[in-house]
C-alpha cells in the first residue's frame, strides 16, 4: 500500500467518515465561514480524500484555515461530514510529527491565554464524539 | 471376615476405584443415587435406599445397542461393544441384591441378553446390611434376611466399623486387591456382626408390612385374579407416570428405539413402564387400552405371571420405594392388601 | 418412500459462477430418496421446465427439488410445470441457491458446501410433503379506492367503466388531492385545474362509482376477494341529499380566521368550508374546531341563512361497513416539515416558500389572485432563488433518503413561468444534479436556461440569512467556477421532498400490506409487479408506492385497475392450501388456537371421537379452510401439536432443521 | 482465542424467516450482493409465529450453535399479529435459555422488512460474528449428534 | 373432616350428587390416596388431613365424564386448577358440585424423612382439628417432632392465599401459612452467573429419570396425548440418553403450560428425585408478571392468557440480554 493511500485510509478511520457518499452538492463549500481564505475548498476536500491526494491536503492552508465550526457537519445532506475529514487530516499531520498523544500536562502549554475558556470548552465537547 | 474404620472408608474405595469403576450411593442435589466414584463424589452410606435401585448398574436406563453409519449410498452397522472391564457396586442392599436375581432370570434365561451378561460377569457386588429398615420395607415377605445380603460380599456397618465378607470367588478376588486397607476381624467382631443382625431382624419384626400376607397369590390364580372387579377401583387414582417402574429393582421392560444423530442413526434401548399408554405400542395399536388394563398388568406381573414362570420367584423384593415415591400413594402393599381384605370378606 | 428429482439451474452465470453445479447435483443424488439429479443453464426456460416434466414422466417422480432462485420468483412456474407433468404441484419445493448463497458468496468452495445444504434441506422437506388441493373462495365483485386524488380517481374511473361497482374513500372534504393543488403542470404547461376537473365530475357521475368524501377507513377484515371494511364517514353538519351548493353560508359565515389547508395557510377560510371552488361534492363542511356554534354555542348563522336547510349540528360519524373483492391503495404524497433545516430560514421568513406554495400564490384562485409577489409585503420580487434537493437525497434523518423525482421538472417549469410572466425578475436556481429523463422533459429544462434564461448554478445553498432590509442573503456555492456564492434575493423556494401521507402506515396495517422504512408501501416485485400489494387483493397506485409525477401516476393507475379488474373478473379465487388442519385425536379443545387466529378461522364441534377403540363425543377444533390464510400461530400454541400446517408442518420443518444442522 | 482457532470453527446458524418481509429481506440482500457468512442457513416459515420453540430446541440439540428469528416489523405482520404472539413467545424462551445457563447472545430476534437487504445482511454479520466470540455450542445439544 | 363427611352423606343421600371425590385413609400415616366414594358406608375411609396434598382438580377430566355431579373436594390453591380447566373446556362446572375445604398447609413427608426421622409408626398434629404447630411422629426408633411448619411442603410457605377461587360452599377452616417470597428462589437464580445457573440446572436435571410423575400430575398437562408421547415433533422419548432432553422436555413443558400453569407446586411435589420444577414455571410466571402486567392463571377465567395475547409495545427479546 502507498503511503498516501494508508494516509487517506487513517483519514477515513479517523473521521469515520466515507468520502464515497459525496454527491457534490457544495452545501459544506456553501456554508462554510472560512471559505474565501481556502486554497482547497471544504467540497474539493472530499474528492482529495476520496482520490488519496494526501500530501496536496498535508500541504494546503484550508488544513489550518478550517475553523471546525462543523457548520459543514451539520449542514451536509449525505453525512460525509467534511469537517471531520479535515480534521482527521490535521491529526495525520500531527501523528505524522510524532505528537500522535498529547498529554494533560502538555494542553496549558498549547493554549493561547487570550483564549475564551468557553472556545475550549465548546471544543472539547465537539470533538469528543 | 475383615473389617476397615469408617473413617478409612476413603482409603478402601481409593483402592477400588484404581483398578476399577466403583460405584455406590452418592448424594446430588440432596438425593441419594448410585454413581460412579470420585474424589469429590459425596458418598452417603447413611441413607437407607437410594431413589433409584441400582439395577441401573447391570441394566442401564438407557444403552446403545448399535450404530449406522451412512457414507454415500453405502450403510454401515457397527454394534455397541460389550462391557470388558470390571466394576465393583459398593453398598447394594438385600432386596436389590435380589432384584438381580429377578431380572438375571429374564435377561440371561435363552436367549441371553449379551449386554446384561457382559456387566453381571464383570460387575462385583458388595452389599451391606440395613442398619435401621423402614417403616416402607417388606423384603421379609419376600424371604430375604436383610441382616444378610446375598452378595459377593457382605458389609455390616456397626457404630463406626465396617465389616466386610468375602461369600464368592469374586468376593474373594475383591478382597484380595484390597486386602492392604483392610483389617482381619476377630471374634469378639463376630461377635458385634451377630448382634447387630438379630438387632436388624427384631425391627423387621415390628415393621408394619412385614406381616403381610401373599397367600392367595400363590397357585392357579390367574383368571381369577385378573378378572376381579377390584382392579376397576384399585387404578382410579393412577396417574399413569413411570415413577414405579423407574425406581423398580426388577422392573425390566424396555423400549428400542432409533435416534437420527446426522451423521448416522442410533438404536438404542431405554427402560419403559408398562404404565405408560404407548407401551407396547404397535402398527395396530395398543394391546393394553385402558390405564386400568395397563395398572393391572404390572402388578399381576409382579405376583402371578413372573411367579408362573420362573418357580414361584415374586417379581417384587419388598424394597418399598414404589410405596414412598407414587405420586398418588398408590402401591404393590396397597394392592395385596385390597386383595387379601376382599378374600377374608368372602370368606 | 418419496421419489425425487433434483433440478440444479446454473442462471446463466448467476449461480454456476459461484457454486459447482455439477457437485449440487452429485451430492443430492446421495440423499435419501432422490433418484434423479441434474444441472441445466436456465431451469425456468422453456427447456429447462421440460427437463422437469421430462424427469417426472420417465422416472415417475413423486417430489421434486428445484435448486434455483428465490421461490418468491419461481416457485409458481416450477409448480406449473409438475402440474403439467401430472404431479402435484405442492410436491415441489425450491432450494434458494442463489440470492440466499450465489450472489452473497464469494469463494466457489464455501458457496458449493451451503449450496449442497440447503438442497439437502429442500429434499428432507419434500420427502414429507403430501399433495395438496386448493380450496376456492368467491370473490366480491366491488372494489375500493382509497384515497381521491387523481391516482384514485384514474382507477376507479377504468374500474368503473370495466363494469364493476368501486367506492372512494377520501380523507378531504373534496375528492381531486394534490393535482388540485397544482397550477400548471410540465411539460406541457397545461392548468392543472382544467385537466383534473373533468375527471373529478366524471367520477362523481359515473353510476358504478361511489364517493365517501371526509371519510376514513377505519377496519378491514378478511382476504382477497372478500375483504370486509369499515368506513367511518365523518360528520359534516351539513345534509349531502339537501345542500345545493349555493355557498351562502360560507360567504356569511362570521369565523373566517381558519388557515386555509387547500391554500396550504397562506390565507384563511371560513368555519364552514369547501376546499376550493369545484370541490366534489360541491358540499361544504363544518370545521368544528373554529365554527362559533360549536364552540361557544351561541351563532348559528350558517344554518339560518341556508335556504335548503341543510345545517345540521347534530350529525355524528357514521360507520358504514361494506364487502369488497379488491382494494386500491392511492394515498397520494405530502411535503415534508422543514423543522429539521433551520439553515434555509423557512420559519424566519414568509418569504422563503415551498414550491407547493409557490403553486398556490401563482394559481389564480391563490391566496394572491397569481399574482407574483412577496408575502411579507406584498412587494414584487426582483431576484428569485430556487434551492433544489431540499430534504432529498439526504443521508441522514433529518430527510429523506430517496430523489423525490419531480422537483426538477417542477422548479424548471416554475422558473420559466415566472421568466415568461416577469421578464423582469432574474431567477437563479441551485442544483446538485439536473435530472430530467422523460418525455420532453430534458428539452422543457433546457428552454428554461436557453430560451428563458434562468440561471442554474450548480452547487447547494449552505445558508439564507434574513437581512434588515427585508431580503434574503443566500449563500451557496458554484462548484464549477469554484466560488462561494453570496446573494441577495426576494424570494427563495425550497423544493421541498416528498413523503408519503400521513396515516399509510396505519392503513398498510389494516390492510396488512408491507411498507418500507420511508412509508412507501412495497410493491410485490420491483420489477415484475410493480403495482400489487405482496398481499393479495391489494394494488396500488400513485404515489404511495414511490415519487412519480402525474402521467406515471396515471399510467400506474390504470395498471392497477387492470390489475383488480383481473381479480374482480373471476367468479372463484383458488385459495392457498397450506392451511392449518387439527388432528382430531390429538386436540383437547382447549380454545387456545381459536385465541391466536387472525381470521376467526377456528371454531368448535362437539363429535364423536373413536381414539383407537374408545368412543367418545369431544369438543375438538374445526378449521375453516377457505378463512384460514396459513400463517401458522395456532400450531405453536396448540400444546399437544394437534394443530399442523399442511405444507410447512412441524416434521417438514424439524426435517429442514436437522438437514442443516448435520 | 487464537486466530488459527477462530478460523477453525465454522459455526451452525439457523435462521427463521417469515416468508413475507424477512425471507424476502434477505431476498434483497442478495440481489444487492450484500454478503453474509455461509454459515447462516435460512429456513422459510409462513410468519414468525410458526416458530415453536421446539424447532429452536430441535436446531440446538443438532448441534447448532445459534439460532436467529427474522419476522416483519411489528405491526407490519402479513397475518396482522403473527409477530406479536412469536414476540411474546420468543422472549419466554430466550429468557428460559438465559436462566438455565445458555449464553445469551446463542439465540436472535429481528425485525426485517422486504426492504432492507442491508438490514438482513448486517444482522447476519453480527450474529455470526457473536456466535464466533461465544465460541461453539456446548450447553444445548445432545452429545450423541456432536462429531 | 366430621363436618365434611357428615355433608358429603347429606349430598349422597339426597341425590345432589352422585360421588364423592377426595382422600381415603392410607396403609401408612401418611400416604392418604385419591379416591372416589359412591357410597355412604364407604365414605368410612375417606379422610382429610394435612398428608392429603394431592390436586383433585385434574381427576374432574375424567369424572366430568361420568354421569351425575361430582362432589369434589378443593383446596384454595386447587380451585385455580379447577378454574383453568373450566376456562380450557376440559371440565365440567355442571358437572362438578365444588367443595372449598380449609387448608393450613399441606405436610411433605420427604421433608420428614430429610430429618432423619424413620420408621415412622404413627404422626398425630396432621389433623385439621389439630393447630398445625407441631407433629408428634413416633417411630419404631422413638418418639419424634419438628415443627408442623418445617414438614410443609415448599409450595405452602409461598401460598396464594386461603381464598377459594371457585366453590359452592365452603367447609373447614384455613391457617394462614405463607412465610416467604415466591419469586425469592427465581431471583437468586437469575442472579448467578451463566456458569452457576448452568451448573445448578446441570445437577439438578441430571437427577430426572423422565418417569413423567410431574407431567401427569400436572392439570395444565392434561393433554389427551403429550407431545413427548407422540411422533408429530419426533419428539417422542422416554430415555435421558443425554443431558439435552431433560432440558428439552423440562423447558417445553414449562413452555406449553406458561400462562396457563397456576403454580399448584404438584410437580415440585410428586418428583421422585426432589427436582424443584416449580423453578422452570415460577421463571416464566415472573417474566410474564414483568414484561406484560400480574397475571395468576386461574384467578380470572375470562382473562386473556398472556401467551395468547399482546400489545403493540410489548418488550422485544433483546431484553433478556439488556436485563443482564
Known amino acids: 500500500m502507498s503511503k498516501e493511500k494508508k494516509q487517506a485510509e487513517l483519514i477515513r478511520e479517523i473521521s469515520g467518515a466515507n468520502p464515497l457518499k459525496c454527491m457534490k452538492c457544495g452545501k459544506c463549500s456553501a456554508t462554510c465561514p472560512a471559505y474565501a481564505e481556502m486554497d482547497i475548498k471544504p467540497h474539493q476536500f472530499v474528492s482529495y480524500v476520496a482520490n488519496e491526494d494526501i500530501e496536496a491536503l498535508v500541504q494546503s492552508k484550508s488544513l489550518w484555515k478550517c475553523l471546525s465550526c462543523f457548520a459543514c457537519v451539520e449542514r451536509c445532506p449525505r453525512d460525509v461530514q467534511p469537517g471531520k475529514l479535515i480534521d482527521a487530516a490535521r491529526q495525520v499531520v500531527v501523528r505524522q510529527r510524532g505528537e500522535n498523544y498529547l498529554k494533560a500536562d502538555e494542553i496549558p502549554e498549547l493554549l493561547d491565554p487570550e483564549l475564551p475558556q468557553q472556545l475550549l470548552v465548546s471544543a472539547f465537547r465537539r470533538y469528543r464524539r | 471376615m475383615y473389617k476397615i474404620a469408617k473413617e478409612n472408608l476413603t482409603a478402601l474405595f481409593r483402592l477400588i476405584a484404581g483398578a476399577q469403576e466403583l460405584y455406590l450411593p452418592v448424594k446430588t442435589a440432596e438425593q441419594v443415587n448410585f454413581g460412579v466414584w470420585s474424589e469429590d463424589a459425596e458418598v452417603d452410606l447413611d441413607t437407607l435406599k437410594s431413589v433409584k435401585s441400582p439395577k441401573d448398574a447391570f441394566f442401564p436406563q438407557s444403552e446403545n445397542l448399535y450404530t449406522c453409519r451412512k457414507d454415500g449410498k453405502k450403510i454401515s452397522i457397527e454394534p455397541e461393544a460389550l462391557k470388558e472391564q470390571n466394576f465393583v457396586i459398593f453398598g447394594m442392599k438385600a432386596c436389590d441384591v435380589r432384584g438381580v436375581e429377578v431380572l438375571d432370570k429374564v435377561f440371561l434365561a435363552d436367549p441371553i441378553d449379551t449386554f446384561y451378561a457382559a456387566r453381571r460377569d464383570h460387575g462385583t457386588i458388595v452389599a451391606m446390611a440395613c442398619h435401621e429398615p423402614e417403616e416402607s420395607c417388606f423384603c421379609k415377605v419376600f424371604g430375604i434376611d436383610c441382616a444378610e445380603p446375598a452378595a459377593d460380599v457382605a458389609t455390616w456397618m456397626v457404630s463406626d466399623q465396617l465389616y466386610w465378607k468375602p461369600l464368592t470367588e469374586k468376593g474373594e478376588a475383591l478382597t484380595k486387591t484390597v486386602e492392604s486397607v483392610l483389617e482381619a476381624a476377630d471374634d469378639a467382631d463376630e461377635k458385634k456382626v451377630e448382634e447387630e443382625q438379630s438387632a436388624i431382624r427384631g425391627i423387621v419384626e415390628k415393621l408394619p408390612y412385614s406381616n403381610l400376607s401373599l397367600e392367595g397369590w400363590n397357585g392357579d390364580v390367574l383368571t381369577e385374579k385378573f378378572d376381579s372387579a377390584l382392579w376397576e377401583e384399585l387404578y382410579k387414582p393412577c396417574l399413569a407416570c413411570g415413577t414405579c417402574t423407574f425406581v423398580c429393582p426388577t422392573c425390566q421392560c424396555y423400549d428400542i428405539k432409533d435416534y437420527d444423530t446426522g451423521h448416522g442413526v442410533q438404536r438404542y434401548r431405554c427402560w419403559d413402564s408398562c404404565m405408560y399408554s404407548d407401551f407396547t405400542m404397535m402398527a395396530h395399536g395398543n394391546n393394553r387400552t385402558s390405564q386400568m388394563q395397563r395398572f393391572r398388568q404390572r402388578f399381576m406381573h409382579k405376583l402371578v405371571y413372573f411367579p408362573a414362570n420362573n418357580d414361584g420367584m415374586y417379581s417384587c423384593v419388598g424394597c418399598g420405594r414404589c410405596v414412598e415415591k407414587c405420586p398418588a400413594a398408590l402401591n404393590i402393599v396397597k394392592v395385596i392388601k385390597a386383595f387379601e381384605k376382599q378374600g377374608g370378606e368372602k370368606a | 418412500m418419496q421419489r425425487i428429482g433434483v433440478f440444479v439451474c446454473h442462471c446463466g452465470s448467476n449461480i454456476a459462477a459461484t457454486v459447482d453445479v455439477k457437485k449440487v447435483a452429485e451430492m443430492a443424488l446421495l440423499e435419501p430418496g432422490v433418484v434423479h439429479a441434474e444441472d441445466y443453464q436456465y431451469m425456468c426456460s422453456e427447456a429447462g421446465q421440460e427437463k422437469i416434466i421430462e424427469a417426472i414422466r420417465e422416472k415417475n417422480l413423486t417430489g421434486v427439488v428445484v435448486c434455483s432462485c428465490s421461490p418468491r420468483m419461481h416457485e409458481t412456474t416450477f409448480r406449473k410445470a409438475a402440474e403439467k407433468a401430472g404431479l ?175 391554500n396550504r395557510g397562506l390565507n384563511t377560510r371560513s368555519a364552514i368550508y369547501t376546499p376550493f371552488a369545484q370541490a366534489i361534492p360541491n358540499v361544504p363542511v363544518i370545521d368544528t374546531n373554529s365554527c362559533i356554534k360549536f364552540k361557544t354555542g351561541k351563532c348559528g348563522v350558517c344554518s339560518k341563512v341556508c335556504q335548503a336547510g341543510a345545517i345540521d349540528y347534530t350529525q355524528k360519524d357514521e360507520i358504514v361497513s361494506q364487502k369488497y373483492g379488491a382494494i386500491v391503495v392511492a394515498t397520494g404524497f405530502d411535503t415534508i416539515k422543514l423543522d429539521n433545516y433551520d439553515e434555509y430560514a423557512y420559519s424566519q421568513s414568509k418569504d422563503v416558500i415551498t414550491s407547493l406554495e409557490l403553486e398556490r400564490i401563482m394559481n389564480a384562485a391563490g391566496p ?43 422548479t424548471a417549469k416554475h422558473a420559466m413561468l415566472i421568466r415568461d410572466k416577469y421578464p423582469d425578475v432574474n431567477v437563479t436556481v441551485f442544483y446538485i444534479d439536473v435530472r430530467t429523463p422523460g418525455k420532453n422533459f430534458d428539452e422543457f429544462y433546457r428552454r428554461a436556461v436557453e430560451q428563458y434564461g434562468v440561471n442554474y448554478i450548480k452547487g447547494q445553498v449552505g445558508k439564507v440569512i434574513p437581512q434588515p432590509n427585508g431580503k434574503l442573503l443566500v449563500q451557496g456555492s458554484d462548484l464549477l467556477d469554484n466560488r462561494q456564492i453570496l446573494k441577495e434575493a426576494d424570494m427563495v423556494v425550497l423544493a421541498t421532498a416528498i413523503e408519503p401521507n400521513e396515516g399509510v402506515r396505519k392503513i398498510a396495517t389494516m390492510l396488512t400490506a408491507s411498507i418500507d422504512t420511508n412509508n412507501f408501501l412495497t410493491e410485490a416485485h420491483a420489477k415484475l409487479r410493480p403495482v400489487e400489494s405482496p398481499t393479495a387483493g391489494i394494488f396500488l397506485s400513485g404515489v404511495c408506492q414511490g415519487p412519480k409525477d402525474i402521467p406515471e401516476t396515471v399510467a400506474q393507475a390504470g395498471a392497477a385497475a387492470v390489475k383488480a379488474i383481473g381479480l374482480l373478473a373471476k367468479d372463484k379465487l383458488l385459495t392457498n392450501p397450506c392451511t392449518a388442519q387439527s388432528d382430531e385425536l390429538l386436540c383437547n379443545g382447549c380454545s387456545t388456537c381459536a385465541n391466536v387466529c387472525p381470521y376467526g378461522a377456528i371454531s368448535y364441534e362437539e363429535k364423536e371421537i373413536n381414539d383407537h377403540g374408545i368412543r367418545e363425543t369431544r369438543r375438538i377444533a374445526v378449521v375453516n379452510s377457505a378463512l384460514c390464510q396459513g400463517c401458522g400461530a395456532c400450531t405453536v400454541t396448540c400444546p399437544s401439536g394437534a394443530m399442523d400446517l399442511q405444507g410447512f408442518s412441524n416434521r417438514q420443518i424439524l426435517a429442514e432443521v436437522d438437514a442443516i444442522c448435520r | 482465542m487464537s486466530i488459527e482457532a477462530k478460523e477453525e470453527f465454522r459455526p451452525k446458524i439457523v435462521a427463521f424467516c417469515c416468508n413475507w418481509c424477512s425471507y424476502a429481506g434477505a431476498d434483497l440482500a442478495g440481489s444487492s450482493r450484500l454478503g453474509y457468512p455461509a454459515d447462516v442457513k435460512i429456513i422459510r416459515v409462513p410468519c414468525s409465529c410458526r416458530v415453536n420453540p421446539m424447532f429452536i430446541l430441535r436446531a440446538f440439540e443438532k448441534g447448532a450453535d445459534g439460532v436467529i428469528m427474522c419476522g416483519c416489523h411489528p405491526g407490519d405482520c402479513h397475518y396482522s399479529t403473527g409477530n406479536y404472539y412469536a414476540r411474546r413467545r420468543m422472549t419466554l424462551l430466550f429468557s428460559m435459555l438465559d436462566y438455565i445457563g445458555v449464553e445469551n447472545g446463542r439465540t436472535r430476534v429481528e425485525w426485517v422488512s422486504a426492504a432492507e437487504g442491508v438490514k438482513f445482511s448486517t444482522t447476519m454479520n453480527e450474529f455470526v460474528e457473536k456466535i464466533h466470540s461465544l465460541g461453539k455450542n456446548v450447553r444445548l445439544g445432545d452429545l450423541r449428534c456432536r462429531n | 373432616m366430621q363436618e365434611l363427611i357428615k355433608r358429603a352423606k347429606e349430598l349422597l343421600e339426597n341425590g345432589t350428587v352422585a360421588r364423592v371425590l377426595g382422600w381415603k385413609a392410607g396403609d401408612l400415616p401418611y400416604n392418604p390416596e385419591p379416591a372416589y366414594f359412591d357410597s355412604t358406608e364407604s365414605l368410612a375411609d375417606f379422610v382429610y388431613n394435612g398428608f392429603c396434598g394431592a390436586n383433585l382438580s385434574k381427576y374432574m377430566i375424567e369424572a366430568s365424564k361420568l354421569e351425575g355431579k361430582t362432589l369434589v373436594c378443593l383446596k384454595p390453591c386447587d380451585t385455580y386448577s379447577f378454574n383453568q380447566l373450566l376456562k380450557e373446556h376440559r371440565i365440567d362446572r355442571d358437572k362438578a358440585y365444588v367443595i372449598g375445604v380449609g387448608c393450613k398447609g399441606k405436610l411433605d413427608i420427604e421433608r420428614i424423612r430429610k430429618m432423619g426421622i424413620k420408621g415412622i409408626e404413627q404422626i398425630s398434629g396432621a389433623e385439621m382439628e389439630d393447630e398445625a404447630d407441631t407433629l408428634t411422629v413416633s417411630t419404631i426408633y422413638g418418639e419424634k417432632s419438628c415443627k408442623y411448619a418445617d414438614a410443609m411442603l415448599e409450595r405452602c410457605h409461598v401460598c396464594k392465599g386461603k381464598e377459594h377461587q371457585v366453590y359452592d360452599e365452603l367447609i373447614g377452616e384455613s391457617k394462614e401459612t405463607k412465610d416467604a417470597d415466591r419469586f425469592a428462589e427465581v431471583a437468586r437464580i437469575e442472579t ?28 395444565a398437562c392434561s393433554c389427551r396425548k403429550c407431545v413427548f408421547d407422540s411422533n408429530k415433533f419426533d419428539s417422542a422419548q422416554k430415555a435421558n440418553v443425554d443431558s439435552f432432553e431433560e432440558k428439552m422436555f423440562h423447558i417445553i413443558r414449562a413452555f406449553h403450560v406458561a400462562g396457563r400453569c397456576t403454580d399448584c407446586g404438584e410437580c415440585s411435589r410428586v418428583c421422585p428425585q426432589g427436582i424443584p420444577l416449580h423453578l422452570f414455571n415460577r421463571k416464566f410466571i415472573k417474566d410474564i408478571d414483568e414484561f406484560y402486567g400480574e397475571y395468576q392463571a386461574g384467578m380470572d377465567i375470562n382473562a386473556q392468557s398472556p401467551l395468547t395475547d399482546f400489545t403493540f409495545d410489548d418488550v422485544e427479546p433483546g431484553i433478556v440480554g439488556e436485563r443482564g
Not at chain 3, 176 to 200: E, H, N, V, Y
Not at chain 3, 246 to 257: A, D, I, L, N
Not at chain 3, 382 to 387: C, R, T
Request: glycine share 6%.
Open chain 3, 88 to 262: 402435484n404441484p405442492y410436491m415441489v419445493e425450491i432450494a434458494n441457491i442463489r440470492e440466499h448463497c450465489s450472489w452473497i458468496h464469494k469463494d466457489m468452495e464455501e458457496a458449493t458446501k451451503k449450496a449442497v445444504i440447503l438442497t439437502r434441506a429442500a429434499i428432507a422437506k419434500v420427502n414429507l410433503n403430501t399433495p395438496l388441493k386448493p380450496g376456492e373462495s368467491r370473490v366480491t365483485k366491488r372494489a375500493l379506492v382509497i384515497g381521491g386524488g387523481i391516482a384514485g380517481i384514474q382507477t376507479a374511473l377504468d374500474i368503473a367503466d370495466a363494469g364493476y361497482e368501486v367506492d372512494i374513500v377520501e380523507r378531504e372534504p373534496s375528492i381531486g388531492g394534490r393535482m388540485s393543488q397544482l397550477d400548471k403542470t410540465f411539460p406541457t404547461l397545461d392548468c392543472s385545474a382544467c385537466i383534473l376537473t373533468p375527471k373529478m365530475v366524471e367520477a362523481s357521475a359515473h353510476e358504478k362509482i361511489n364517493i365517501y368524501t371526509y371519510s376514513e377507513v377505519e377496519k378491514v377484515s378478511g382476504f382477497v376477494g372478500d375483504f370486509t371494511v369499515d368506513i367511518r364517514k365523518k360528520a359534516r353538519y351539513v345534509d349531502m341529499d339537501k345542500c345545493t351548493g349555493c355557498g351562502v353560508c360560507q360567504e356569511k359565515c362570521p369565523s373566517k380566521k381558519a388557515p386555509s389547508e387547500f
Open chain 3, 368 to 410: 394572491t389572485k397569481g399574482h407574483l409577489e412577496r408575502l411579507s409585503d406584498g412587494k414584487a420580487p426582483k431576484e428569485m432563488v430556487f434551492i433544489q434537493c431540499v430534504g432529498s437525497r439526504c443521508a441522514d434523518d433529518r430527510g429523506k433518503p430517496y430523489c423525490s423525482k419531480i422537483c426538477c421538472m417542477y
Open chain 5, 192 to 219: 448467578m452467573t451463566p456458569e452457576e445457573k448452568f451448573a445448578f440446572f446441570q445437577k439438578e436435571l441430571s437427577k430426572c429419570i423422565r418417569c413423567n410423575a410431574c407431567r401427569n400430575v400436572c392439570p
